[in-house]
């Protein structure tokens, strides 16, 4: 049984350009949720996607973006990138409710 | 404004040692407490949790003591090893299952 795979691994970007990252999610799991950790921190919630619709969202502003699609597979979009925009982008997916969230490896991002 | 705070920020123990890790929150609504272990370059996995409705959870050489009227928890690791070396996280539920996470703490178990 897969648990939560996330693509890339690593990838690097220049300030200004836009980032697609990709993660599916444990088989079972129709919900998925994104966090962005930056180095010697704790995981920050980006947003959280639930029947193909934004369920609820955290404090980033709106060049972050989502999408969830019907096989509950999940992108996160990143516009206009900043150099503090540098960080491991988590996904995590869990069952619909207030259920355990299993995390993925992360994509590291770095942003030049 | 961090929800959930985290103490120590780092920790070293030997071997057989009994590493504690503590979390203080203020917000009510709160109603899941996981913990999470991270090794570097990976991401956090989940360890144990507990609601607030219980005082204590074991599993394995994992433990949370858990005081609702303080609005603490703290995590106790039996019998530590070296291969428990990892940050460990603290996170609070609230909402539609968004969680709030900790600063994290660096374990390190010398052999």
């Known amino acids: 049984d897969a648990g939560v795979t996330q693509s890339p691994t690593h990838l690097i970007k220049t300030r200004g350009q836009q980032v697609t990252l990709r993660c599916s999610p444990k088989?079972?799991?129709?919900?998925v949720s994104w966090y962005q950790q930056a180095l010697g921190q704790g995981p920050q919630f980006i947003f959280q996607y639930y029947e193909e619709e934004e369920r609820q969202r955290g404090n980033f502003p709106d060049r972050f973006s989502g999408h969830q699609f019907p096989n509950y597979s999940s992108e996160l979009n990143v516009n206009a990138l900043l150099l503090g925009d540098s960080a491991l982008y988590l996904c995590?997916?869990?069952?619909?409710?207030?259920?355990?969230?299993?995390f993925g490896p992360g994509t590291r991002l770095t942003v030049t | 404004q961090q929800q959930v705070k985290q103490s120590p920020q780092s920790l070293i123990v030997q071997k057989g040692g009994i590493p504690i890790i503590n979390c203080a929150y203020e917000?009510?609504?709160?109603?899941?407490f996981p913990w999470y272990q991270q090794f570097p370059g990976k991401g956090p996995a989940l360890l144990i949790a507990i609601r607030p409705d219980v005082s204590e959870k074991k599993e394995g050489r994992f433990t949370i003591s858990f005081n609702k009227s303080a609005k603490q928890f703290s995590l106790h690791i039996m019998d530590s090893q070296p291969g428990d070396s990892a940050t460990y996280f603290c996170?609070?539920?609230?909402?539609?299952?968004?969680?709030?996470f900790g600063t994290g703490t660096r374990l390190t178990v010398i052999p």
């Open positions: 917000n009510t609504a709160f109603d899941y």
């Open positions: 088989s079972g799991h129709d919900t």
């Open positions: 996170a609070a539920r609230a909402g539609a299952n968004n969680l709030f």
């Open positions: 995590a997916s869990s069952l619909s409710g207030p259920t355990a969230q299993y």
